[in-house]
């Protein structure tokens, strides 16, 4: 196809006009094989083609024309586009195999033993950096004027589920979720804590009211590891009784330490949820450190990622310990320390916190 022939006024057999001229043909061809020419990585190679052949594209906007036209104009417009697509197509091929081997040797390069290298002793070592971001949020609750709490790894039943109003036949007691353990004789059911929230209930059995308190630490689930998935994790928990305690206090709190930990630009927002030992209940997201909001693939387009969930302590939770829930209310909130990590930094995956590798863990 001649590229500066006017396809639009110029008639095909049967005496129909084409719907688009071949210099605009041209220049959208000319713009996606400059920006598959011009990708540097895989993800820009992807992002260029999908500029270019995508549901939004110019391009496809043509193709949508076809099935307005009359069968003998349909034919010759879908023929020149298919032209133009396959163009496209060849090279965005050629250009992904270039990469591909690109990357395949940047992997070999970075994998390869340097032997000649001269070891110069022991040097400092340093938190690792989920210890880092506990610590962090450690001082920011202090200053908030809560204390720290800590509890047991291993847990009873009661205090891992029944305590906190998780019904019976709720997924998460089977064994397929939790790590149970076997203790002997004992009638009691001992487990590998899966939230740090039975914390909550040994903070509540005390009777020391007002309680304003985090408790962070490891907990265990049966999960498959994976980029947001970790069999060993680490969570804070937080717990407010107190009287005239409301929603709103809990959102205050929640917007004070994200701004502390992720800066004034960041904004948050609650969703109602469903928890067990919480009602009402939220889950809490701030607005997405990778896009600034706008949307994109990490926040699924919404602009928010979820950081953890909230709510009003649920009154069946207070009377099983004794607090009478007429007089006296409050809020929890829990998080993953290791996803909120991952978040601040820009790690794209949760596994590179137990590969043990010095090369990531000596930047933070």
Known sequence: MERDEQVTGATVPGGTELPFTASELAEIESEALAAIEGALSLAALEEGERGALGKRSRFSGLYQQLGKLAP????????????????????????????????RAARMRADRLDLTEVFAGPT????????????????????????????????????????????????????????????????????????TSPVQIHLLERNKLPIYAVAPGRVY????????????????????????????DL?????????????????????????????????FEISCQICDGAGCRTCSMTGWIELGGS???????????????????GFAFGFGIDRLAIMRYGIADLRSFIENDVRFLAQF
């Open 251 to 283: 959102a205050g709190t929640i917007d004070t330490f994200v701004h502390a930990i992720f800066g004034e630009n960041v904004s948050t927002r609650l969703r109602p949820a469903y928890f067990p030992f919480t009602e009402p209940s939220a889950e």
């Open 221 to 248: 689930r049966r999960d498959t590891p994976d980029a947001t998935h970790l069999p060993v994790f680490h969570q804070i928990e937080g717990l407010v009784v107190d009287r005239g305690v409301t929603f709103g």
């Open 72 to 103: 003998e104009t349909r034919k010759e417009a879908g023929q020149r586009l298919h032209e133009v697509r396959r163009s496209i197509e060849t090279l965005a091929a050629a250009r992904r195999q270039e990469l591909e081997a690109g990357e």
């Open 311 to 329: 709510g009003m302590v649920h009154p069946a939770v207070l009377e099983a310990t004794g607090i009478d829930s007429e007089e006296w209310s």
């Open 124 to 195: 400092a070592g340093h938190l690792h950096l989920v210890t880092q971001v506990r610590e962090q949020l450690e001082d920011v609750f202090v200053g908030m004027g809560y204390e720290i709490a800590e509890g047991l790894e291993v847990e009873t039943d009661w205090y891992n589920f029944q305590a906190l109003n998780v019904p019976i036949d709720h997924p998460a007691r089977s064994s397929v979720d939790t790590f149970y353990l076997e203790a002997g004789a004992s009638d009691e059911n001992f487990l590998l804590r899966t939230h």
